[in-house]
Antibody
């Protein structure tokens, strides 16, 4: 069964860049879409964006100007960079697998455990 | 963006009784070319990631108990738990994957009465 594990700093200063990596095990990163979703403490889920294993991306317009998602198929990893962070970016960040075909992404099926990133000054 | 609105925000049901959670989308998530509703349901327990329970509006994920069922089409959907068990206490989210940006409902907190 595929497993996902987020890694990266748990504390980021305002105006700096949040960087997280998701390592995929138990399966290949190929032939799937891979996504980042976040959840502020005590709140709901916000989709950040996804990347196809080939490198094509789709971002939430609300974050598009600050987000970059990249993939490294040789390491079975994908990454998130969110720049110019503020306290509003404090959240649990989840990486996840998205089922789908070459032409269309479908539902999110597997999730990582999540990692809390706090923006503090 | 497609706005997903769940009702109620919280729900208390007695053990063994039926629980019903509703989800309404601001536009249809039914894809006409394949007649599929691009709607999923997730269960989230405290300190855990969401877990996929239902996709295509009514297809149960492998391992999900058959007391859980999804129904609906177009813009109105329902998650039903036929006989509530203690382990079903959680927050449930609906999610549309018809178009980006993907969006989620605000969540429904299910508790034992």
């Amino acid at each position: 069964q595929v497993q996902l594990q987020e890694s990266g700093p748990g504390l980021v200063k305002p105006s700096e860049t949040l960087s997280l990596t998701c390592t995929v095990s138990g399966g290949s990163i190929s032939s799937y879409y891979w996504s980042w979703i976040r959840q502020p403490p005590g709140k709901g889920l916000e989709w950040i964006g996804y990347i196809y294993y080939s490198g094509s991306t789709n971002y939430n317009p609300s974050l598009m100007s600050r987000v970059t998602i990249s993939v490294d198929t040789s390491k079975n990893q994908f990454s998130l960079k969110l720049n110019s962070v503020t306290a509003a970016d404090t959240a649990v960040y989840y990486c996840a697998r998205v089922s789908g075909s070459y032409t269309k992404a479908y539902n999110i099926d597997y999730w990582g455990q999540g990692t809390l990133v706090t923006v503090y000054s | 963006d497609i706005v997903m609105t769940q009702s109620p925000d919280s729900l208390a049901v007695s053990l063994g009784e039926r629980a019903t959670i509703n989800c309404k989308s601001s536009q249809s998530v039914l894809y006409s070319s394949n007649n599929k509703n691009y709607l999923a349901w997730y269960q989230q327990k405290p300190g855990q990631p969401p877990k996929l329970f239902i996709y295509w509006a009514s297809t149960r994920e492998s391992g999900v108990p058959d007391r859980f069922s999804g129904s609906g089409s177009g813009t109105d959907f329902t998650l039903t738990i036929s006989s509530l068990q203690a382990e079903d206490v959680a927050v449930y989210y609906c999610h549309q994957y018809y178009s980006t940006p993907y969006t989620f409902g605000q969540g429904t907190k299910l508790e034992i009465k």
